[in-house]
């Protein structure tokens, strides 16, 4: 193989991907209660979900060291790719650019390249696809990074969670204007700015009235979606997510959509019934 795809564990892998040998998880580590657990395939997102229920303290999450960045880069490969979520919501990126510069000084014939994806979870499946399409079509390393970071700068993230307690904790909700209208179940529709922020698109009444403002967001935004792979994570409720794909088919037609569980970190701040859709 010429080249390989880094993706921290905050986003979510097909079966494919992880089939295809190009690509490797590099794992977050979540800690809840007093309990710690590896962001990898032993994550068991029930057991998760049942013990942070069981705690009134909030789960935390930390990111891989350079070291573990600096050992997924080595190899035959001549080209590296990582794509870690947000540099505004975590250390992943800070720690995959150090382990870059540690590879550079030690192998400098090796190509390396970590691409800030300014949002997480299925963005990142995205992210991680567009760079092999880029390479499957013989781009140089120079053109892939060039039009990866250009569909990066395309694409739209959306979200809508049942609970927000988890991001406000961690402190990934800076300027965000939080709802007090618990008791009236508002449900905020949130996306990811450009620089890789969280901020309030709209609200509704129920998840089920935010849901189908996040879709006539998600529908009336889209440039080209028939060129557009939809992408959808949910945490722990794939009927929903189906519902979502529907809603959205039913206004726009789409080249292909993904449909994927929430990995760990994505666990972790989408929480139970959480619902993530990136175009």
Known sequence: MEYKIIIDSCGELTSEMKASGIYTSIPLYITVGERNMVDDETFDQQEFLRAAAATKECPRSSCPSPDQYLESYRGNEKRVYGVTLSANLSGSYNSAMLAKTMMEEQEPDKQVYIFDSRSASVAQTLIGLK?????????????VVTEVEAYIEGQNT????????????????????MLVASA???KPVCGATAEGTIFQLGQGRGINKALQKMVQYLTTEVINPTEKVLAISHCNCLERAESVKKMILEKVAVKEVIILDTRGISTMYASDGGIIAVV
């Open 158 to 177: 959306y979200f809508v969670l049942e609970d927000l307690e988890t991001l406000r904790k961690n402190g990934r909700l800076t300027g965000l204007k």
């Open 131 to 143: 760079i092999r399409e880029c390479e499957e079509k013989g781009l140089s390393f120079e053109e």
């Open 184 to 186: 009236l179940n508002i």
